[in-house]
T-cell receptor, first 116, second 115 residues
């Protein structure tokens, strides 16, 4: 099955700086890579996702890049703000049986702290 | 659209009791997934269900844990004879029918405390 590694586990940046979180996956058949943000005591919420037919996707201050050959993908947050402080999880789709829809396997998370 | 509804939000059980966690998927979603999150840790996959079918239970502990998603009503995650190590947040997510991708929506979770 799929295995997702995420790093760093903690990241501290100054407000206005950029933050980059990296993930690698093991299953070359994975084709969907979402990123979730989880604030303390709350549910994980989807912030951006990318499919394997695209190399980069951007949404305002957030961008995700995907390198299928190297099997890694990254989250980039520019002009960070204190409200970006949260735990961020990457995930990769797990191949389902007989090619059917599988499930998401998550990385262990990155705790991002943005200092004012 | 009420989103993914989980209840209860908080559940306290004594060791040896049973815990029943409920999840109602978003309207139009037929796929349900259960994840466990230990404090300061990530989301660990437990089980994936469609109506009346368990699709993948590779993340479920072999004993004491079971899940169902009946034709009518919510999905249920059942933990029998709970132990302190079962204390965690249990999140349910749902997604649309196959072919529309794995765009999960998570519920608010059930925080289980075993005393």
């Amino acid at each position: 099955g799929e295995n997702v590694e995420q790093h760093p586990s903690t990241l501290s940046v100054q407000e206005g700086d950029s933050a980059v979180i990296k993930c690698t996956y093991s299953d070359s058949a994975s084709n969907y890579f979402p990123w979730y943000k989880q604030e303390l005591g709350k549910r994980p919420q989807l912030i951006i996702d990318i499919r394997s037919n695209v190399g980069e996707k951007k949404d305002q201050r957030i961008a995700v890049t995907l390198n299928k050959t190297a099997k890694h993908f990254s989250l980039h947050i520019t002009e960070t703000q204190p409200e970006d402080s949260a735990v961020y999880f990457c995930a990769a789709s797990n191949r389902g049986r007989s090619g059917s829809q599988g499930n998401l396997i998550f990385g262990k998370g990155t705790k991002l702290s943005v200092k004012p | 659209n009420a989103g993914v509804m989980q209840n209860p939000r908080h559940l306290v059980r004594r060791r040896g009791q049973e815990a029943r966690l409920r999840c109602s998927p978003m309207k139009g979603h037929s796929h349900v997934y259960w994840y466990r999150q230990l404090p300061e840790e990530g989301l660990k996959f437990m089980v994936y269900l469609q109506k009346e079918n368990i699709i993948d239970e590779s993340g479920m502990p072999k004993e004491r844990f079971s899940a169902e998603f009946p034709k009518e009503g919510p999905s249920i995650l059942r933990i029998q004879q709970v132990v302190r190590g079962d204390s965690a947040a249990y999140f349910c997510a749902s997604s649309p029918s196959a072919g529309q991708g794995l765009s999960y929506t998570f519920g608010s979770g059930t925080r289980l405390t075993v005393v």
